[in-house]
C-alpha cells in the first residue's frame, strides 16, 4: 500500500535501549526487535511537517517497551541511579541491564501493606503474621470499587469510619503518626497485634520492645489500635466482615499467665544460677497450679494475671532464700512497683493464715509445694511444662 504523501515512516537505525544495530522488523506487527537486548520499538508514521515533538513530552505516542517484561518482575532495580547517576558508573553494561529491569518491573498496588506484614513477621513471629494477615489487609488495603460507591451513600460518621485506616493513622498530628513511613508500619503493625490480643484473637505481647526498638510511644499505638477497630466495626456493620473465632476466658487467662511467666523468667536467667534458676522456676510453677491458674476458675481470678505471676515468683524466692532485691527486679519487668509487689505478696498471706483467702498452700513458704520425685501436680499443672521448657532452653543455650 501506498504511504501517503504527507507522511513519512521514521527510519530506526540503532536500538533506543543499548544503541545496538542488531535489529529485526517485523512488518506485519509493525515493530522492530532489537535481537540483543529485547526491546520492541514500535514502527511510528508522522507528518512530513511535524516537527517531531509527537515523539517526546506528555503527548508522545512513541513508547518502546519490553517483550520480557513479566519474566522480570523480581529481578529487582536499579537503585544506584536515584543516588549516584549514571555517570562513572564501573560496570555500564551490568548498570543498563540492572536500569532497563527496573523499567520492566511489576510494582507492587500496596507496598505500605507488605511493609507492615514484614514488620509483624519479624516483631512477633511468622505464626502471627499467619494469624493477622487479613487484619493488615483490611487496614491498609483500600475498599473494593463496588464497595466505595457504597460508602460514599453512607452517612457522613459510618462513610468516615469505613475509610482506609492506614490512610488516617499516617496523617494525624505530628506526635500521634510515625516520622517515617517504616515507624508509621511499626506503629500499625503493633496497634493490629495489641488488638488482637484484647480481643482474645492470640495472646497478649509486651508492647514495650517494640516501643524501645522503634522509638514509638504508647499514644501512638493506642490512636492507631482505636481507628482500627471503629473501622472493623463499620464493616461489621456492612457486612462486609466477620469478627473471627475468639478464644474462651480460660486460654486467655493461660495465655496470659504462660507470657507474664516467660517475661518473669527470662529476667531471672540473667540473675540466678541455673541451679537456683530451674528450681524457682518449678516451684512457681506448681505454686501456680495450686491456685488453677490457667482457667477461669482460677483462685486468684480477680488479680491481673501479671501480677499473679509475680507474687508468686517472689513466694518461690522467699522459699529458697533469694527475695533480696526480686520484688525490684520483678517490678521492673511489667513497670510495676516493687512496693506494690511486696503489699499484695503480704496482704494474700495474711488472708491465708487468717482463713478468709484458700490458696490450697501456694503462698505458704515454709514448705516446698514441688516435689520432684512426685507427679502430683502433673494432672493439674496448667503452665504446659512444653513451654517452660522453651524457657529452660533459652537459659541453658545462654548459659
Avoid at 41 to 67: C, M, P, T, W
Wanted: glycine share 8%; with cysteine.
Amino acid at each position: 500500500m501506498t504511504e501517503d504523501m504527507n507522511q513519512k515512516k521514521i527510519e530506526l537505525t540503532n536500538c533506543d535501549e543499548c544503541a545496538s544495530k542488531n535489529l529485526t522488523a517485523m512488518p506485519e506487527k509493525g515493530e522492530t526487535w532489537c535481537d540483543d537486548c529485547g526491546l520492541v520499538h514500535k514502527d511510528q508514521k508522522i507528518l512530513a511537517n511535524d516537527n517531531g515533538n509527537a515523539l517526546f513530552g506528555e503527548g508522545a505516542h512513541y513508547h518502546s517497551v519490553r517483550q520480557d517484561a513479566d519474566q522480570n518482575r523480581n529481578m529487582g532495580g536499579t537503585g544506584p541511579k536515584m543516588r549516584y547517576g549514571s555517570k562513572g558508573v564501573i560496570n555500564p553494561g551490568k548498570y543498563r541491564l540492572l536500569e532497563k529491569i527496573d523499567r520492566s518491573t511489576v510494582r507492587n498496588p500496596h507496598p505500605f501493606a507488605n511493609r507492615v506484614k514484614r514488620n509483624i513477621e519479624q516483631l512477633y513471629g511468622r505464626h502471627a503474621l499467619h494469624i493477622l494477615e487479613y487484619i493488615v489487609e483490611m487496614s491498609c488495603k483500600p475498599l473494593t470499587g463496588q464497595q466505595e460507591l457504597i460508602r460514599k451513600k453512607q452517612s457522613k460518621s459510618l462513610a468516615k469510619r469505613l475509610g482506609m485506616p492506614k490512610q488516617s493513622i499516617c496523617r494525624k498530628d505530628k506526635g500521634i503518626k510515625g516520622s517515617s513511613e517504616e515507624q508509621n508500619a511499626v506503629i500499625i503493625a503493633a496497634a493490629i497485634v495489641e488488638l488482637a490480643g484484647d480481643l482474645g484473637i492470640m495472646p497478649k505481647f509486651d508492647r514495650r520492645s517494640t516501643m524501645d526498638k522503634a522509638d514509638i510511644t504508647p499514644k501512638q499505638i493506642s490512636s492507631a489500635r482505636i481507628r482500627i477497630l471503629q473501622h472493623w466495626k463499620a464493616r461489621l456493620t456492612m457486612k462486609w466482615a466477620a469478627m473471627p473465632p475468639r478464644k474462651n476466658a480460660n486460654d486467655r487467662r493461660e495465655d496470659s499467665i504462660t507470657q507474664a511467666m516467660e517475661h518473669v523468667f527470662e529476667m531471672l536467667g540473667e540473675h540466678l544460677s541455673t541451679e537456683d534458676y530451674e528450681k524457682v522456676l518449678y516451684e512457681t510453677e506448681t505454686r501456680l497450679a495450686l491456685l488453677k491458674e490457667g482457667t477461669g476458675g482460677a483462685l486468684t481470678i480477680n488479680i491481673e494475671a501479671r501480677m499473679v505471676v509475680c507474687v508468686t515468683a517472689y513466694a518461690s524466692l522467699n522459699f529458697f532464700g533469694l527475695q533480696s532485691g526480686a520484688a525490684d527486679l520483678l517490678a521492673a519487668v511489667f513497670g510495676l512497683t516493687s512496693s506494690g509487689i511486696r503489699s499484695r505478696y503480704d496482704a494474700l498471706v495474711k488472708k491465708s493464715e487468717a482463713g478468709t483467702f484458700h490458696d490450697a498452700g501456694a503462698f505458704d513458704v515454709s514448705i516446698a509445694c514441688y516435689d520432684p520425685e512426685s507427679d502430683k501436680h502433673a494432672q493439674n499443672a496448667l503452665i504446659a511444662k512444653v513451654r517452660l521448657g522453651k524457657v529452660c532452653g533459652k537459659r541453658t543455650s545462654s548459659s
